[in-house]
């Protein structure tokens, strides 16, 4: 028994001998798996923004308070703010601000329902032929139908609810007045009262530029110009005064960059790029090009118009921005997997076991990632092939076990 034992051993010893050796001299290969992915091509830099704002100062002696809140949709003539002519605690100035907001709050409530006010009838007699209809399918036992109309009558039921809201949101708004005048009489009668001579977004947020840099000059803003005004862009302490409050159209603004020149050979006014405020959110932001500058110390200065409104842009002057030129989308590969046959460029895959080289077209790359799509549909790439990155050999067709 003893003397297999020996014998054994050394055979085993060969066929792993044999197995080592056949590994170190087949193909080494390594390979990922292809999956869809996208790549843009963009410049990272800060950008200002430009809008049509319509800046109140005030001069009037007075301790002034704001009506409405920060980013609040105001119209014209709507009152913002109103001058007191007593010391105004911060106790008083947080209950004052509270008070207004809610005032506000039910107003506009008020203002959605009220809509519904005339239908209230209508309603009501919605209500009573259910309700006829409910007795009816109940005697008959209907027990599909009744469900039905329990669900409608809940409906209608909660519509004539809301409706009768308003009611008591009237009764709520004038105790919510009452204190309002209850402070107001402890701080001073309001001596003015500022309204928006125009509509907009209201802001109590004022740096200064709002009449340095407007739509009406900005084409001829300069790289060293945005550079400068990057620097100016500091909020002032008008704010913290309370004198000053601008209304801002949130329709429509502006944005400038500097771009360096190589980058803008392929663009022109009129064309629409992306951007993305990623400091604020990874969303995409559609953006026309309106003005290219000339170029200066190798970059130019782009104005981009965008109409899709952001909420927290409203107190930014300056933003960290991606200029997004183009996105590519197809096939993500790592760089180091591109090949050339016959001077056409490729990849090969792993399929049963054996190389086969797949044509593609590069759509864009970076120093290390490519997109590419397959350049003939005889012979295509697919979702999850086994993509070489490497191999000792590359002889298509081989056997590669």
Known sequence: MKRKINILIPIFALLVLIYVIRSMMGPQIRVET???????????????LIKNETVLRQEAAGNYESSVQEGTRISAGQEIAAVYSGTVS??????????????????????????????ISRLEQKISDQTSLLVEKSILNDLSAVGDIQLVLASLCE????????????????Q????????????????????????GLFSASVDGLEQI??????TQLTPSQVDSLFEQAEPKNEEAAGTSYKIINNFLYYVAVNIPTDKLSTLRPGQTV???????????????????????NGFKTVLLEVNQHLESLLKRRVVNVEFIKSRYNGYRISIKCLRE??????????????????????????????????????TPLRLYDEVVVRANSYEEGKLLS
Do not use: C, W
């Open 34 to 48: 292809l999956r869809e992915g996208s790549l843009e091509d963009l410049v990272s830099t800060k950008g200002l």
């Open 90 to 119: 911060p106790e008083l100035r947080t209950r004052l601000e509270q008070i207004n907001s809610k005032i506000e709050q039910i107003e506009k409530n008020q203002a959605d329902l009220i809509n519904f006010s005339d239908d």
């Open 159 to 174: 519509k004539k609810a809301q409706i009768s809201g308003v009611d008591n949101g009237n009764s709520i708004l004038n």
């Open 176 to 199: 919510l007045q009452q204190q309002k005048s209850e402070i107001e009489a402890q701080i001073g009668t309001a001596q003015h009262r500022i309204t928006a001579p125009v509509p």
């Open 213 to 218: 840099i407007t739509p009406n000059n900005m």
């Open 274 to 296: 992306n951007l993305r405020f990623y400091d604020l959110s990874g969303d995409l932001v559609k953006a026309d090009i309106k003005y290219i500058s000339p170029e200066e």
């Open 341 to 378: 046959k016959d001077g056409e460029k490729g990849v090969y895959v792993r399929r049963d076991d054996m190389l086969k080289f797949i044509p593609v077209d590069i759509l864009y790359s970076s120093q290390d990632i490519a997109i590419v799509d397959s350049a003939s549909k005889e």
